[in-house]
């Protein structure tokens, strides 16, 4: 089946571009709330899913051994963007767990925030591992290798002992299988796996709930989402669309970008886990849909939706300022349940 088009992109009145993709939104009972497009398609979520990798952090107790408040939890879900305040809080999260940069596995790029990458050049320096925006996750990840006496060498491999308890807790959470058959390699290094949206928007919704999760997981689950919630700076960065989802839901609203046009959300108060997938893997794309997602969702509280739906349509303008388009939603949600 085609998937809708969820997303026009319009120059001088005409639209210019457009852009399918498919959206599941679930209860964490499997009650389909929502769904429009493929939703049974297995998609790679990438760091959609880094709030269930972390998992592992705090149920081993690695957290609370090495004294991790919102900040560092909230890094260790995050994909951000190489910021001073980022790289400072990753090096420390592995100074307490007895390490430093040279056990990081994931590969060191440019800060994605063009200031900070310009500002590094400047000074003569070049981007190590901590600038990776996977550098909080995998701090997390050794953080649990060293308090659990775990060989943290090739912790990124999915042979690996860290691995498969990661493994586990997608599995746990989201209910779909994850193996060799379904997997691939990330842009960090680790195991990807590709399962169905309904599958992890079913799991953003467990998580959100603590539903069918277990005491001690329910209880991580919360922790994780409590403490992105509250540092959102941290899960992103200045300007990034996690940060600013979350910023303008003060508590009320969970948001993480994936690569290649992935995002998934939640929104606890409603019981309801969100995922989504633009088929060309565009960015501008997905935040526009999730954005427009959660103000619909949030119908009822004008305020909040209104700062939502803002988000959710961008201007756009040429190197003079001029206006020249913008990207806006082109979709209506039903719930059908």
Request: proline share 4%; hydrophobic share 40%; aromatic share 4%.
């Amino acid at each position: 089946m085609d998937d809708p088009v969820l997303v026009e992109v319009t120059r001088g009145g005409r639209v210019e571009s457009r852009h399918r993709g498919a959206i599941a939104i679930f209860d964490a009972d499997g009650t389909v709330h929502t769904a429009l497009g493929d939703i049974d398609r297995p998609v790679f979520p990438r760091s959609a899913v880094k709030s269930m990798q972390a998992l592992p952090l705090v149920e081993s107790g690695a957290a609370d051994a090495f004294g991790f408040d919102d900040k560092e939890l909230a890094l260790a879900c995050a994909s951000h963007s190489g910021e001073p305040a980022h790289v400072a809080l990753a090096a420390s999260m592995l100074e307490r767990a007895g390490l430093d940069a040279t056990a990081l596995e994931c590969g060191a790029h440019w800060p994605s925030r063009q200031e900070v990458t310009i500002e590094l050049a400047r000074s003569g320096a070049a981007p190590t591992a901590l600038h990776n925006n996977c550098s909080g996750k995998h701090s997390g990840f050794l953080s649990v290798c060293s308090h659990c006496g775990i060989d943290h060498h090739g912790y990124v491999r999915m042979d690996h002992r860290l691995q498969d308890m990661v493994r586990d807790a997608l599995e746990g959470v989201t209910g779909a299988p994850h193996g060799l058959d379904n997997s691939g390699t990330d842009g960090c290094s680790i195991p990807t796996y590709a399962v169905p949206l309904k599958s992890l928007a079913l799991g953003f919704a467990r998580m959100a709930t603590g539903t069918r999760l277990g005491p001690k997981r329910a209880a991580a689950a919360k922790r994780l989402f409590s403490a992105c919630m509250a540092e959102p700076f941290y899960v992103a960065g200045t300007d990034r669309a996690c940060t600013k989802i979350m910023t303008a839901g003060k508590g009320r609203v969970f948001a993480k970008t994936g690569a290649e046009g992935v995002y998934c959300a939640a929104v606890p108060e409603l019981g309801l886990g969100i995922a989504l997938k633009c088929d060309d893997g565009a960015g501008r794309a997905s935040e526009t849909v999730v954005c427009a997602v959660l103000a619909h969702l949030l119908r009822d509280d004008s305020a909040l939706s209104g700062k939502l739906a803002n988000l959710a349509r961008t201007t756009l303008r040429n190197w003079n300022g001029i206006e020249v388009g913008g990207v806006h939603p082109a979709f209506a949600l039903v719930s059908t349940g």
